[in-house]
């Protein structure tokens, strides 16, 4: 019977090609029917409404529908709110690896989709003037031949028809990798690293800035803040991924 139906769905939808998440099969143009509910579960969860990240075990939060983590309750951010397609864990995380370490460009439109997604739930953003990806340093891009933050914003920027400025934000400087630095050295390992390159282009509008992954929000951060100082009015920040607090 089992088989039976497996045949019929096979007829009816037939298998497509590997979903983009976790390389089983998949029917429609998305993600895998396990994907999506793994995904559509996130954007159920308890999330901080500033900064974007997952509620941990443990966490405490009010039972009211908007609430802030205990960091952003304490802290204020230069950006005004952040979000991502869902928690840096499971398939978002096993796919932002390949993307990102073993050179799957193609996995860019699948986690912008999600991340697109992830924007337009509600009204998150508001009218956004442009999108700036995540700069690497010159040494780390022609380590890894690509900037990962730059395929996700050059697609993101297509799906919300936001222009994307390669360029105007720079890091002028290698530091080392966020991962593994304690929370403090975390924000000391990126200063001066960022630079904006013409502020004229920044002036009083609206900037997303987008990167791969928020875990203290340090870099986010770094980024945000010199974009501000240039004098972009708001800035609003888009993950294909966010930590947890607890
Ligand atoms: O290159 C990195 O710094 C990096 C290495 C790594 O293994 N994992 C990782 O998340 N990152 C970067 O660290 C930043 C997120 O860390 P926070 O600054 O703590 O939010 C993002 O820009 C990531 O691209």
Redesign the pocket.
Known sequence: MKLLWKALLNLVFPEGPECPLCGGRRRGEDVCGKCRKIIDGYGKEPYCARCGRYAGKGAVFPSVAVHFCYECRKHSWPFVRARAAGPYESVLKDAIHRFKYTGRRSLAICLARLMAEAACAGPVFPHLDLALP?PLSNEKLRRRGFNQAALLAKEVGSLLQIPVSEGLLVKDFETS???GLPRAA?ESNLMGAFRVTDSGALRGRSILII??????????SSAASVVRKAGAGQVFALTAAAGRYF
């Not at 990167?211 to 986010?220: C, E, P, Y």
């Open positions: 995540m990798p966020q991962a975390r990167d791969d992954v928020f875990t203290t929000g340090s870099t986010m």
